[in-house]
């Protein structure tokens, strides 16, 4: 077993079940098993293992904490009663032992079962063995970023009713979610209220979101649920219940697509042993590259090859305004799913490198707008919920899957102009006006200039020497006549603006002009020459990417 990380365990298991107060070793510190120590068993070897502490609460399982500690293991779980956990500061008797034992400490709410939260654990676990870290809590980062989509609390459940994930949250929590979470299943009165309702035959038979009101008497918030299907088969149900805020105005929209992917890692995990099946992310990446032929994809997906296709490549920056928030790449992936498979059914969404990138197939030629405002869409979701930055470079719908390197090379190339010409987000959340969402028609002459320059900046015999000499003078007497001439060129040659822009008196500007001619032999009357220089200016002067 490869095993996950303490943090991977957090973000998937977390509140309401348990509180983590990591060790020296911190939250990357890994889980290689699940072990169960009663105080009556004999002491075992627990190399990066997670000691479940059964029979003992509290400052009764100190010894056991320890002793799991001296044995390798990596963190230890304990019950800890309301009392405690209320005053468990640094003073805490437990997590003091703990700590210097180097051993991460899980406190567990006393109602929580051990088989339950073992099981947990080691569902968790066993998606790391198959998928591997990213994998590792697929439906889990998927609620939480439901919940960030939706402002709601958000529980998915197989067709049984069963509790496959939920989202971590500090709002107000009802009694049925905490009954769900706690329980493993909703609680029997409620489902007959909701069989008695018709909301199950509803969420069995369409991609209908369903409403269920507020029930005071029940102690139940106001919920939305949808069905997770493929094609006729019911294989779960998706609710989002109702917070200290109203929940979010799109927030049937993301249900929809969060619905169609939850359906993708279901029959995911219940595929996973086929021989020689590929993921959808893998088909979808390896179609971006180059590595798996659009035949290939179409074949496996049931595309038609020869649709027209465009491509939404996201790239994530730090956030501002004060906010450490940040998404990590796999949560960036769930909310850009979450969105374009509400769009198109058969969306694609995967990373290469640092980039996520939407392929969204059978997208007429003349969607521009609509691509725009779904890509909108996300951005300002991602940005208003989380405070994440994120810049979008839409590529031009082109027919055919073998377009789509074609397509995606147009939004990388769109994503890098958008970096260099730094526009800086306004904060407007105003239908089409984000500064962070571009077409190639929006920023054709930074694409093409970026691009002339790299070829410049790849070829240097094509460079005039000139150039070249009027920098290495600016350098051995501390002048300033390349930016000068630049400033000129830029203004078209409108003296009195380029020196405002520097800053000088336009008489000083005319004596700097005359001086670099006069160094380099620049010929500033030849309209080729003039552009050439200003190319060059440019490239010596633009930041390093």
């Not at 510190?29 to 009663?38: E, F, K, R, Y």
């Not at 989509?149 to 197989?158: K, M, W």
């Amino acid at each position: 077993m490869s095993g996950t990380t303490l943090r991977q365990l957090l973000h998937a298991i977390g509140d309401p079940l348990l509180d983590l107060h990591p060790a020296d070793a911190g939250l990357d510190a890994t889980v290689s098993g699940i072990t169960i120590l009663d105080p009556d068993d004999e002491l075992g070897s627990y190399p990066e293992e997670l000691v479940l502490v059964i029979g003992a609460r509290g400052r009764e399982a100190i010894r056991y904490v320890r002793a799991a500690a001296r044995r390798g293991a990596t963190a230890a779980a304990v019950k800890v009663d309301p009392a405690q956990q209320q005053a468990s500061g640094n003073s805490s008797e437990l997590r003091t032992a703990a700590a210097e034992a180097g051993i991460a400490l899980l406190a567990v709410r006393p109602d929580v079962r051990w088989d339950q939260l073992e099981t947990l654990m080691r569902e968790v676990l066993g998606a790391a063995a198959i998928e591997g870290e990213e994998g590792t809590d697929d439906l889990f980062s998927l609620a939480q970023t439901l919940a960030v989509l939706t402002a709601g609390s958000v529980t998915i459940e197989d067709a049984g009713n069963r509790v496959l994930a939920y989202s971590r949250s500090d709002d107000e929590v009802d009694e049925l979610r905490r009954l769900s979470i706690l329980g493993w299943e909703g609680p029997e009165q409620y489902l007959a209220k909701l069989r008695e309702w018709g909301v199950f035959q509803r969420l069995r038979v369409g991609e209908e979101v369903v409403r269920i009101a507020e029930r005071p008497d029940f102690g139940i918030r106001r919920r939305l649920a949808i069905g997770i299907r493929a094609g006729t088969q019911h294989l779960g149900t998706i609710w989002v219940q109702e917070g200290r805020e109203p929940i979010a105005e799109r927030a049937e929209s993301a249900l929809l697509g969060a619905a169609r992917v939850a359906a993708t890692h279901l029959l995911r995990q219940r595929n996973e042993a086929v021989p020689g099946r590929r993921s959808r992310q893998d088909l979808a990446s390896g179609l971006l590259d180059g590595r798996i032929s659009p035949d290939l994809v179409a074949g496996n997906l049931g595309l038609d090859p020869a649709r027209p296709v465009a491509v939404i490549a996201f790239d994530a920056r730090p956030g501002g305004d004060g906010s450490a928030t940040e998404l990590n790449r796999a949560e960036l992936v769930n909310a850009v799913s979450v969105q374009v498979t509400s769009f198109r059914r058969a969306a694609l969404v995967t990373t290469v490198g640092s980039r996520v990138y939407a392929l969204l197939p059978d997208v007429p030629a003349r969607a521009e707008q609509q691509l725009r405002s779904l890509a909108e869409e996300i951005v300002r979701v991602l940005w208003r919920r989380v405070r994440v930055r994120v810049r979008a470079g839409i590529g031009s719908p082109l027919p055919g899957l073998a377009q789509v390197g074609r397509v995606r090379g147009e939004a990388d190339r769109v994503v890098d102009a958008m970096g260099r010409k730094g526009k800086s987000h306004q904060g407007d959340d105003q239908q089409g006006s984000d500064p962070d969402v571009a077409t190639i028609a929006d920023l054709r002459a930074e694409v093409l200039l970026s691009e002339t320059l790299a070829m410049l900046e790849g070829n240097p015999d094509l460079r005039d020497p000139a150039v070249a000499a009027l920098g290495t003078y600016d350098g051995n007497h501390g002048t300033e006549l390349s930016a000068s001439l630049l400033a000129f060129l830029d203004s078209m040659g409108d003296v009195r603006g380029a020196a405002t822009a520097l800053h000088v008196h336009p008489n000083t500007l005319r004596h700097r002009i005359r001086r670099a001619t006069a160094v380099s032999g620049i010929d500033l009357d030849d309209p080729r020459a003039r552009l050439l220089t200003h190319l060059q200016l440019v490239l010596a002067t633009r930041a390093p990417e």
